[in-house]
């Protein structure tokens, strides 16, 4: 019988999202996007802008847009990476 492991990777964080967690990268233990996210607000629970930050990043898992999908639906690989984006000012 084969065992189920939860996938474990790195979640970046870049920007104003670094600044708002305090930290430039942490790990993630989740199946999904969604989960790693819940997580992570969790973990940052004493950083309320964090939580503000996050409605407007945008997301790349293992380096492939999320775009506007379910992060419900995306799924986290063994040793993968989540980026996480905010808005960047142009110039």
Request: with cysteine; aromatic share 6%; hydrophobic share 45%.
């Amino acid at each position: 019988m084969a065992l189920n492991k939860t996938p474990a990777g790195t979640i970046r964080y870049w920007a104003a999202a670094r600044a708002a967690a305090g930290t430039s990268e942490e790990p993630y233990t989740a199946v999904t996007l969604a989960d790693a996210l819940d997580v992570a607000r969790e973990r940052h629970a004493l950083r309320p802008e964090f939580a503000r930050v996050l409605l407007s990043c945008s997301f790349l898992v293992d380096g492939a847009p999320v775009g506007t999908r379910d992060h419900k639906t995306v799924q986290l690989a063994e040793g993968g990476t989540v980026e996480v984006l905010p808005p960047f000012a142009g110039g």
